[in-house]
């Protein structure tokens, strides 16, 4: 993140942007777990410095879970030390990363499937059987 | 695209999954400054969307916008928004020729009246009758008083058909203007630059697709999202700014060390634009990157600034040192404010 360079809010100090940035975490995953909600926050739209964004992810740690995705470029999920919350990296075809999020959720809405590619994808099944055996969805 | 197709079914058609385009969807959001938990349902509604039809004039222009537009190296976004959308009319790009494309634009108004987007490129001279640009005969003024009434809106794309540009600098032999000096009675959105970026023409274009209407202006028809703040704002120079280091001249060694542009004219400070978080080039840098300062290009009348683009804002022989003490000493809190509503784009973040 070295592009970055410049903490527009350095008179609060790293530690303290870290620390709201936290406890907007844990009320998304406070959220989350009362009623099913989550959220995300996006990075990119925070002026968060280098060091900052490094410190977020020092104070998060890594999880037992690391997705990387093909779609339109390179997308990394990676579950944080804290269960529910998650760091998103979504890059373009050039590399260049066009979302940084942390997500709050049981499992990230980029991982799951969606009922329209299922579908596309049963039928693709049945094209492959080479018999009927394979039920249209219903 | 075939009739009545949704977007998502030829995108589906293609290969493209829904997960690829929530992942355009969170990109979208994040460049238009919308809240993430947006982007399911801006996915969802481009899927369900129809292609929409813009019909792009090109008026008293040097076709920099669309070449800037078209030049575009990023392919998820290029590809995208013209999948999103149905480009009518367009002389450049378009085979028709002549009577053929006259012909191409009135069966396009007439298809798809009340719902497209009139997309204008170019000032509009008005003196003497409009004549010194026209297009089949026509001029520019006419055509367009002719085609807004039936336009959803109209993107006002670049400094020209914003304000008037370079054809309107002094001493305006043609009379020229923006759009909105012609049409005030139909939402106009103006997209300003020379060029103007193509992220934030994208940004508009996916919004009014995805939500049916335009996206928050400033007071100047500009996108919020991304006329919200100024250069300056968002510089990575402005710390030196705050202290007071400036570069004297171009090859001195405050210019070396990468200080301020502030006294070799950069209008940083008075320009909205977001050159400084989305750059140019697909993310490679911005002019004050590249060591000269922002000439205020998206910014109305910017070719007739008084002193010229070498000339310092706090006047013409150089700083004003108070101006500039007064500016430094309150620069962290204003820029911190300003910096809210700033976005990035991070290259190899």
Known sequence: MAALGVNKFDFLGDDGLVDALLMEVADLLRTLIADGRGGSIDLLGLPLSAACLAEVEARLGDGEICARLNVSGESVVRETSIAGVWRVRHADEAGNVVALLIEVAAVPEILKASRVDMERGLRRLREVTNFSLVRPAR | MESGETVGDMLARRGFSRRGLLKFAIAMTSSLALPPSLAPVMAENLAMARRQSVIWLSFQECTGCLETLLRTENPTIAGLIFDFISL?????????????????????????????????????PVKDGGVYSLTGGRANVDMLQEFAPDAAAILAIGTCAAYGGIPKAFPNPTGAVGVEDVISDQPIVNIPGCPPIPEVLSGVLVYFVSFGRLPELDDRKRPLAYFGTTIHDQCYRKPFYDQGKFAKSFDDEGARLGWCLFELGCKGPTTH???????????????????????????????????????????????????????????????????????RKVPGA
């Open chain 2, 273 to 343: 634009n977001a050159c400084a978080s989305l750059k140019w080039n697909d993310g490679t840098s911005f002019p004050i990157e590249s060591g000269h300062g922002c000439l205020g290009c998206s910014e109305p009348d910017f070719w007739d600034q008084e002193g010229g683009f070498y000339t310092s804002l706090a006047g013409g022989t150089g700083p004003s040192w108070r101006g500039a003490e007064i500016a430094a000493a309150s620069g962290v809190a204003l820029g911190a404010v300003a910096a809210i509503a700033a976005r």
């Open chain 2, 88 to 124: 009518d009319y367009q002389e450049a790009l378009m085979a028709a020729s002549g009577s053929a494309a006259e012909l191409t634009l009135r069966q396009a108004v007439a298809a798809n009246a009340g719902k497209y987007l009139l997309a204008i490129d170019g000032s509009v």
